[in-house]
Nanobody, 121 residues
Framework: QVQLMESGGGLVQAGGSLRLACVAS????????MGWYRQAPGKQRELVAS???????NYADSVKGRFTISRDSDKNTVYLQMNSLKPEDTAVYYC???????????????WGQGTQVTVSS
């Protein structure tokens, strides 16, 4: 089984910064990609950023230039550095990992429990 443990959420004022971390454990290799999604109250879960096993990154337009995703393969950890935070960034942030199968139809996604990020104006 795969476990994803997020940390680093909290309350911050607008313009501030937070750094989220997600540690993966269990049978998660080979990794297709890891990433962060968020879900605000009354809204659908949306992709924030992702990073592939070859370190290619992808960002939502709303966070480009403010958020940076990175990973430390030795520590099985992915990070999300969030700068210039805005009240609209308030949401529960979820870590996700896609474990690759022998073919794409056997790929499997895993999710963390989520960590709350609250940005006050």
């Amino acid at each position: 089984q795969v476990q994803l443990m997020e940390s680093g959420g909290g309350l911050v004022q607008a313009g501030g910064s937070l750094r989220l971390a997600c540690v993966a454990s269990g049978s998660f290799y080979p990794v297709g990609h890891m990433g962060w999604y968020r879900q605000a109250p009354g809204k659908q879960r949306e992709l924030v950023a992702s990073i592939t096993s070859s370190a290619s990154t992808n960002y939502a337009d709303s966070v480009k230039g403010r958020f940076t995703i990175s990973r430390d393969s030795d520590k099985n950890t992915v990070y999300l550095q969030m700068n210039s935070l805005k009240p609209e960034d308030t949401a529960v942030y979820y870590c996700t990992l896609r474990r690759r199968g022998l073919s794409s139809k056997y790929d499997r996604d895993f999710w963390g429990q989520g960590t709350q990020v609250t940005v006050s104006s």
